[in-house]
């Protein structure tokens, strides 16, 4: 055995663990065959929404899954990055190759300021001040008159990338989106398992040896956070295109336990997990929502089921490793 | 030539001064060990040495230059590293990946986001190095979470040494250690003798006297006695103050 392959996991054991995302990827692959062969094009919107949440939960996973940090505000930077689109559009700039980037910047930098200043703070109080910041925009979204206060505002149309792609013909965006979420999902794959990752989850296990080795962790934990705002930025800069709309609710602080409930429900600490909680909480939403309006006395035993026989997630009932 | 020198180190919590007027010493390529009763204060002064407490008053130098203000992580890279009285290692880790982070934090920055860390060959064969100077090369792949307390304890001293430190502040390396692996852990420090400085915190008055080249004995806070084993074991207010009716061990 070499050096270099040590703590490589045999063969067997990488492909079985490749298992269930390869599953979950195909599932989403042929839901819009599935969706015109049953003529039910509701579904293609339905699952666009799913992948959307998806790539928030996984923005999210980085921080509480691998960093230990219980950011109770991550739906805030999903708000930032759908509230630049909205108001780019508004002042007539529909361009997506300004409007990507910008709502993207706009989360990452929600993040860094929000980040630095709630991460000189532990445990239950890193809750709150998360939870405050988050609240602190919401406020302030509801404040915007100009941009249609509490009400939101409808947006003009989706981005316009040079007339390459066409945003606006729903299945174009479903594979767009899904693009985005199996990109999002290879590269924190590629992440957690990097230098930069092995010290953020170093510190989700020991912050206090991390130090004693040398290693600045604060800093790691506001890269991290700052990256994990930036990808929720985009989710919502895709949530803003899918609803052609923006309101002050993609920013309340439900949205953001919402996104908990998706990562812990799905599997804490696997990148594959949140992907399949999203699933899971928004189908049943949509079913238990339909049969009566208090579905939550039903879905709310779900979760304590799920949370008390699957501990790290139902993707740990298929025996997938982490 | 000094390598740490504790100028009138002074802390207290309350009412309660844990460290008083503290100074100390230590030759670079010596085993100092710094002993003392329960309570005498021998883990807060590691922790003010290794920068997690900040002293009221006084000064830490290291290698010449004052890091008494300066944060863990910094004194960890000018190589001042310690080791925890009560195992501090990353149980969900493999051995090899305990090591493998202290040398990753040796080698500069880890913003590295892309390549797989477990596949550094050049940090895994520094690791497994470091592993081999402690005898646990072939427990490598084993989670911390799985080898025995001994084990652990070899492991804590394998972590502090990866980080390539010109000083160890080992804090109680024997703590809850059986004869034997207490026997193999003595043998390890011996071979690091020279090599590296250790300042030593211990209860095991044996392996103190077989290992240390000069011994501070701590009361209260207070550094009552400085001196060579011999001269410590001669010491009369060594045995008034500490030793009392533990006398036969000093002269076992």
């Given at each position: 055995?070499?050096?270099?392959t040590?703590?490589?996991?045999?063969?067997?054991?990488?492909f079985?663990?490749?298992?269930?995302?390869?599953?979950?990827f195909?599932?989403?692959a042929?839901?819009p065959?599935?969706?015109?062969?049953l003529?039910?094009?509701f579904?293609?919107s339905?699952?666009?929404?799913?992948m959307?949440?998806a790539?928030?939960?996984?923005?999210?996973?980085?921080?509480l899954?691998?960093g230990?940090m219980?950011s109770l505000?991550h739906?805030a930077?999903m708000?930032v990055?759908a509230?630049?689109?909205?108001?780019?559009?508004?002042?007539?700039?529909?361009?997506?190759?300004?409007?990507?980037?910008?709502?993207?910047?706009a989360?990452?930098?929600?993040?860094?300021?929000?980040g630095?200043?709630s991460?000189?703070?532990?445990g239950?109080y890193f809750?709150?001040?998360?939870?405050?910041f988050?609240?602190?925009?919401?406020?302030?979204?509801?404040?915007?008159?100009?941009?249609g206060g509490?009400?939101?505002m409808?947006?003009?149309?989706?981005s316009?990338f040079?007339?390459?792609?066409?945003?606006s013909?729903?299945?174009?965006?479903?594979?767009?989106?899904?693009?985005v979420l199996?990109?999002?999902y290879?590269?924190?794959?590629?992440v957690?398992?990097?230098?930069f990752?092995?010290v953020?989850?170093g510190c989700?296990?020991?912050?206090r040896r991390m130090?004693?080795i040398?290693?600045n962790?604060?800093?790691?934990?506001l890269?991290a956070?700052?990256l994990?705002?930036a990808?929720?930025?985009?989710?919502?800069?895709?949530l803003?295109?899918?609803?052609?709309?923006?309101?002050?609710?993609?920013m309340?602080w439900?949205?953001?336990?919402?996104?908990?409930v998706?990562?812990?429900?799905?599997?804490?600490?696997t990148l594959h997990?949140?992907?399949a909680g999203?699933?899971?909480?928004?189908?049943?939403?949509e079913?238990?929502?339909?049969?009566?309006q208090h579905?939550w006395?039903?879905f709310?035993p779900?979760?304590?089921?799920?949370?008390w026989?699957?501990?790290?997630?139902?993707?740990r009932?298929?025996?997938?490793?982490? | 030539?000094?390598?740490?020198?504790?100028?009138?180190?002074a802390?207290?919590?309350?009412?309660?001064?844990?460290?008083r007027?503290l100074s100390?010493?230590?030759?670079e390529?010596?085993?100092?060990?710094?002993i003392?009763?329960n309570?005498a204060g021998?883990?807060?002064?590691?922790?003010q040495l290794?920068?997690?407490l900040?002293?009221d008053a006084?000064?830490?130098l290291?290698?010449g230059?004052?890091?008494?203000?300066?944060?863990?992580?910094?004194?960890?890279?000018?190589g001042?590293?310690?080791?925890?009285?009560i195992s501090?290692?990353?149980?969900?880790?493999s051995l090899?990946e305990?090591?493998a982070l202290?040398?990753?934090?040796?080698h500069?920055?880890?913003?590295r986001f892309w390549?797989?860390a477990?596949r550094?060959g050049?940090i895994?064969?520094?690791?497994l190095?470091?592993?081999?100077?402690v005898?646990l090369?072939?427990?490598?792949?084993r989670?911390a979470?799985?080898?025995?307390?001994g084990?652990?304890?070899?492991l804590e001293?394998?972590?502090?040494?990866?980080t390539?430190p010109?000083m160890?502040?080992?804090?109680?390396?024997?703590?809850?250690v059986g004869?034997?692996?207490g026997?193999?852990?003595?043998?390890?420090?011996?071979?690091?003798r020279?090599?590296v400085t250790?300042?030593?915190i211990?209860?095991?008055?044996?392996?103190?006297?077989?290992?240390?080249?000069?011994?501070t004995?701590l009361?209260?806070?207070?550094?009552?006695?400085t001196?060579t084993p011999?001269?410590?074991?001669?010491?009369?207010?060594?045995?008034?103050?500490?030793?009392?009716?533990e006398?036969d061990?000093?002269v076992a």
């Open positions: 055995m070499s050096a270099d040590l703590s490589a996991p045999p063969r067997a054991v990488r079985r663990g490749a298992l269930l995302p390869l599953a979950l195909a599932l989403l042929v839901v065959f599935v969706a015109g062969a003529g039910q094009p579904y293609v339905l699952f666009t929404r799913i959307i949440f790539v928030a939960a996984l923005a999210l996973d980085l921080v899954g691998y230990g219980v505000g739906a930077y708000g990055g509230y630049a689109i909205g108001i780019l559009s508004f002042h007539g700039v529909d361009s997506g190759w300004l409007q990507w980037p910008l709502g993207i910047g989360a990452a930098l929600a993040a860094l300021v929000i630095a200043l991460l000189r703070t532990r239950v809750i709150m001040i998360t939870l405050a988050a609240q602190m925009l919401y406020y302030t979204a509801n404040a915007l008159s100009t941009y509490d009400d939101g409808t947006l003009w149309g989706r316009s040079s007339g390459l792609v066409k945003l013909d729903a299945r174009t965006f479903y594979w767009i989106v899904f693009a199996a990109l999002s290879l590269g924190l794959r590629r957690v398992a990097s230098k990752g092995r953020l989850r989700k296990e020991n912050e130090a004693a040398g290693y962790t604060a800093l790691y934990k890269a956070f700052v994990s705002g990808l929720a930025g985009l989710s919502g800069v895709l803003a295109n899918h609803t052609e709309f923006v309101s002050p609710a993609y309340s439900v949205r953001s336990g919402d996104l908990i998706m990562v812990v429900i799905g599997g804490l600490g997990g949140p992907i999203a699933v899971l909480v928004l189908v049943l939403e079913v238990l929502s339909k049969l009566t579905w006395l039903i709310g779900l979760i304590v089921l799920t949370v026989r699957a501990k790290g997630g139902v993707v009932l298929f025996g997938g490793r982490a | 030539m000094t390598l740490l020198l504790v100028e009138r180190l802390k207290s919590f309350g009412a309660v001064a844990a460290t007027d100390l010493d230590v030759a390529g010596s085993i100092h060990a710094v003392g009763p309570g021998k883990t807060t002064l590691v922790a290794a920068g997690e900040r002293p006084g000064h830490v290291f290698d230059r004052d890091v008494t203000r300066l944060p863990v992580h910094r004194r960890v890279r000018l001042l590293a310690r080791s925890f009285q501090n290692t990353l149980l969900s880790f090899l305990n090591v202290a040398v990753q934090a040796r500069g920055h880890s913003f390549a797989d477990s550094d050049r895994n064969a520094e690791a190095a470091v592993l081999q100077t005898g090369a072939d427990r490598r792949d989670l979470s799985e080898v025995s307390h084990e652990r304890r070899l001293i394998a972590i502090a040494l990866a390539g010109k160890l502040l080992l804090d109680e390396p024997m703590a809850g004869p034997e692996e026997q193999r852990m003595v043998e390890m420090l011996r071979t690091l020279g090599r250790i300042l030593l211990e209860h095991d008055m044996d392996a103190v006297f077989r290992l240390a080249d000069r011994i004995v009361v209260y806070g207070r550094a009552i006695a001196g011999d001269e410590i074991r001669a010491d009369a207010a060594v045995r008034e103050a500490y030793l009392g009716e006398d061990e000093l």
